[in-house]
């Protein structure tokens, strides 16, 4: 595997097809029969395989993030029914007829994204995308894709499947965003009126609602939960930036502790931190690229000069003295998250020191040194 996708081809007219789509989707691997190998398979990275494909469809599933397969619908099926596991980790799959007219997007259409392959292939080819999901169809919010392209995580993947029915039934929906990007209403027309925004719950409660859709990085109250959660799904945006401060020599298990009851303390989900910050001195520190690394965490870092820059409510003399910044988790948070003040100002427990931002507007790029 060097690619995202694999196309594979049992045909001689599939393996034209195939050949076709090489050059013009740089992101594809391509198999198909030996018995159709025109010599140049090994130039262009091609794999000309022996024996049925049967035999190989298993290895492609499970290893590339999309499935290409130039035959007809029922035999892909066949192929990949005992391969299913979770809506969450198949693969896009997608199948091309034998005279490239159409274009169906088979399996995971919208989390493994055969619904854009679909239409990549598609236009690739100059064939007729088919997609049989009801959110694209209707050109409506697809409730297990919202925010994904800014990272959001959905914090109850169980409620998806509920909430999506009733979004495509037209039921009353609520959409309750308190942070995170605002721009992802994507297409032309305007949103359905069944689908109605708020900034905040206490509005959202004075109006009468099927489900909920809740992007905010709060730690829900049990009152919250139960109004907006029972039908409902919980996004939690990236927009939370930790500045972090530690000693020489400090564990990620000491800077873990911190962070985690920095956050319960500020009423803030861990599933919303962007990234961390801290000063250049400590880009090194084992503790705080182990912390960064098992959390999947950028690490950004800055100079002592521009986190001197940044004016802070709790200067060290102590901190200047051995890194020459005034501070450092404090500077680092403001200056990473482009936030005019923090969430929290600096909790210092230990041998870690943590302050607390969160962007005004997430889709602003991290600045600084990333590790």
């Known amino acids: 595997m060097t690619k995202a996708n694999a196309v594979v081809a049992i045909t001689k007219h599939g393996t034209a097809i195939a050949r076709r789509l090489q050059e013009r989707m ?6 198909y029969p030996e018995k159709f190998a025109k010599g140049d398979e090994h130039a262009r990275g091609i794999t000309a395989f022996s024996g049925s494909v049967v035999a190989h469809v298993p290895s492609l599933f499970r290893t590339y993030s999309g499935l290409i397969g130039i035959f007809s619908l ?20 997608v199948v091309i007829d034998d005279r490239a007219e159409n274009v169906i997007s088979v399996l995971s259409g919208h989390l493994g994204g055969a619904n854009d392959l679909t239409r990549e292939v598609a236009k690739a080819l100059g064939a007729r995308p088919i997609i049989t999901t009801a959110s694209d169809v209707g050109q409506t919010l697809a409730v297990d894709l919202l925010g994904r392209a800014y990272g959001w995580e959905i914090a109850n993947f169980d409620k ?5 029915a009733a979004v495509v039934n037209e039921e009353r929906v609520h959409i309750v965003q308190e942070a995170g990007e605002r721009d992802w209403w994507t297409y032309d027309q305007p949103m359905p009126s069944h689908l109605r925004r ?3 719950m206490a509005d959202a409660m004075k109006e009468p609602f099927d489900a909920a859709l809740v992007i905010t990085p709060r730690l829900l109250s049990a009152e919250e939960a139960a109004a907006f959660l029972e039908n409902g799904v919980l996004y939690r945006p990236k927009v939370i930036v930790l500045g972090i401060g530690c000693n020489r020599g400090t564990s990620e298990r000491e800077i873990e502790d911190v962070v985690d009851a920095t956050l319960r303390a500020a009423n803030l989900s861990p599933q919303s931190v962007r990234n961390v910050a ?6 090194d520190e084992p503790g705080l690229i182990a912390f960064c690394e098992k959390n999947g965490l950028p690490l950004v870092t800055y100079p002592a000069e521009e986190l001197n820059a940044v004016e802070i409510p709790n200067p060290s003399e102590t901190v200047y ?3 020459g910044a005034y501070g450092v988790s404090e500077p680092a948070a403001r200056l990473s998250s482009g936030a005019t003040e923090w969430v929290v100002e600096k909790v210092r427990s230990g041998n870690v020191t943590v302050s607390v931002c969160l962007t005004p507007d997430s889709a602003k790029p991290v600045l600084g040194v990333s590790r």
Do not use: H
């Not at 391969?83 to 799959?93: A, I």
């Not at 998806?160 to 999506?164: D, F, I, K, R």
């Open 160 to 164: 998806v499947t509920q909430v999506s």
């Open 74 to 93: 029922g035999a892909m099926v066949r192929l990949i029914a005992p391969l299913l596991k979770d809506k969450k980790t198949d693969p896009g799959v």
């Open 278 to 283: 801290t000063i250049d001195v400590k880009g």
């Open 198 to 200: 708020f900034d905040n």
């Open 321 to 323: 003295k051995f890194v």
């Open 26 to 31: 740089p992101d594809v691997d391509v198999y």
